[in-house]
Antibody
């Protein structure tokens, strides 16, 4: 059974850093495109980043230069390093497997709140 | 970037009604389009991919159509468990983009 479990969210001050994790089971992360999608409170879905390998990473303009997607193949885990956080980064962050551009499995999400 | 525009933003309907949601892309995306359902407090769930292909386990009352820039999600006979928010998403290129969502509410 495919499962994605996110962790690492929390309350952080503006300008701070946070690393989100997404532990996968039931499939191999390194054989798939993996993504992060976020949803601000009461708002719609916003794609954040996608990774296939170290040479194939993609970012939304809103996070480019501040966020870094990566993975640890030995742990079958995806990460999102978030630096220089802003209030507008406040959202539920979902990890998702991407198949041919479609997000076919999603985690339950981890909430990031950027506030002083 | 490809902009995705959904309409309506909300619809009130009764159980048994036929509901249609449209999605328009700012540029042609062939059939690289997905539809998701999201219930309050839950993660999104893939319903339709490649514009008209039903994801495994999704009821047959859901269907998708369209190509190029104009797409439609149809629920043939609305069930109580279908009251939710629906999003379209283009998979033609990066950045991936979503429509603004359509909330299907109980009339």
């Amino acid at each position: 059974e495919v499962q994605l479990v996110e962790s690492g969210g929390g309350l952080i001050q503006p300008g701070g850093s946070l690393r989100l994790s997404c532990a996968a089971s039931g499939f191999t992360v390194s054989n798939n495109y993996m993504s992060w999608v976020r949803q601000a409170p009461g708002k719609g879905l916003e794609w954040v980043s996608t990774m296939f390998d170290a040479d194939s990473t993609y970012y939304a303009n809103s996070v480019k230069g501040r966020f870094t997607i990566s993975r640890d193949d030995s742990k079958n885990t995806l990460y999102l390093q978030m630096n220089t956080l802003r209030a507008e980064d406040t959202a539920m962050y979902y990890c998702a497997r991407e198949a041919l551009g479609y997000f076919d499995f999603w985690g339950q999400g981890t909430l990031v709140t950027v506030s002083s | 970037d490809i902009q995705m525009t959904q309409s309506p933003s909300s619809v009130s309907a009764s159980v048994g009604d036929r509901v249609t949601i449209t999605c328009r892309a700012s540029h042609g995306i062939n059939n690289w389009l997905a539809w998701y359902q999201q219930k309050p407090g839950k993660s999104p769930n893939l319903l339709i991919y490649a514009a008209s292909s039903l994801q495994s386990g999704v009821p047959l009352r859901f269907s998708g159509s369209g190509s190029g820039t104009d797409f439609t999600l149809t629920i043939s006979s609305l069930q109580p468990e279908d009251f939710a928010t629906y999003y379209c998403q283009q998979a033609n290129s990066f950045p991936r983009t979503f429509g603004g969502g359509t909330k299907v509410e109980i009339k």
